[in-house]
């Protein structure tokens, strides 16, 4: 065994881990020296807009592609250099990758097949594969014969059937219309539980990453910018690019007023809010920065308050359990401030055109020294 495979292995053996992997494709950096241990159990989640790096990623762990740099190791042995067939994971493809010409039970039987298992045992584990993704009685069918969101719990079967160390998805809900992605979400992270696989799943939507994981590593331009819970992720974002990509945000121009130990207070016109200190770091009193503020953050009250801004409604967005409402703040350069009101009563009591005070509150902000021009994402 290799030093760095004993290294590796000597701490708490991680189920996946990246150091420092690297791919370029020709003179371009697909991903930058990546970082990441995933503990066994773990739902971990890619998030990211395309070409962030995330497919790439998924394709260094899963053997498709070979890395520029770095070491990957599955259950602390060192897999950089070993074939993707003898990994020992399972994968399920955005698009499914059934055989139309096999039936159910013989696409889930692929895999046990290749590895050689003998006949009883692979029609056995195959039976309890379809159970496990409610397809019972369906063995005998083609691909064809079924609905997309059939043919996702096949492709999910096969994956597990092999009884993989890792289970990798990439984006295998994205072919689905909502309300079945929403169930084949429950569905699966059902599953996952149930079994305790490892699974890496890639989205670029939002809204599954914060629902399914136990962590997300949220990516750009080939980076991992940061590694954490999705409560964390939502309301501690470590940087500007997460803090404007997941989820909805109002961005306000602020300064930075003082800064003491790790917290920096940072005012919004008269409000003044305490932030976490790091980000400001390289900033001086007075300075411009960014403040980020959820919508659901804000409160609508009267005008006219200290400490308050002042606006007009400017529009209405009915969301059945929630009113959007559009402020439009004077001296805002950006567009207007997104405030959401839990329930249906601000539709009447803030009336399009009303002139209302915004009231921030204090502990859900983050701050971030301002983009410049050429500083885009």
Known sequence: ??????????????????????????????????????????????????GCGKTTLLNLVAGFLESDGGEIFIDGTLVTETPAHRREIGIVFQNYALFPHMTVAKNIAYGLKTRGVNPAEISERVDEALAMVKLTGYGER??????????????????????????????????????LRGSMQVELKEIQRRLGVTTIFVTHDQGEALSMSDRIAVMSAGRIRQIAAPGEIYSRPGDRFVASFVGDVNVFAGRLESRDGDRSVVSVGDAAFSVTAQPTEALSQGDALDVFVRPEHIAVETPDIAGRLNGTVAAQVFQGDHVDLYIDVPGRAREWVLVRCPGVDAMTQWPKGQRVGLAIRPDAVAAFPKESAGEQA
């Open 1 to 50: 065994m290799s030093t760095v495979t004993e290294r590796s292995a000597a701490g708490t053996r991680m189920a996946v881990q990246l150091d420092g992997v690297t791919k370029r494709f020709g003179d371009s950096t697909a991903l930058h020296e990546a970082w990441l241990k995933i503990p066994p159990g773990e739902f971990m989640t890619l998030l990211g807009p395309s």
């Open 142 to 179: 083609r691909p064809r014969q079924l609905s997309g969101g059939q043919q996702q719990r096949v492709a999910l079967a096969r994956a597990l059937v092999i009884r993989p160390k890792v289970l990798l998805l990439d984006e295998p809900f994205s072919a689905l219309d909502k309300n």
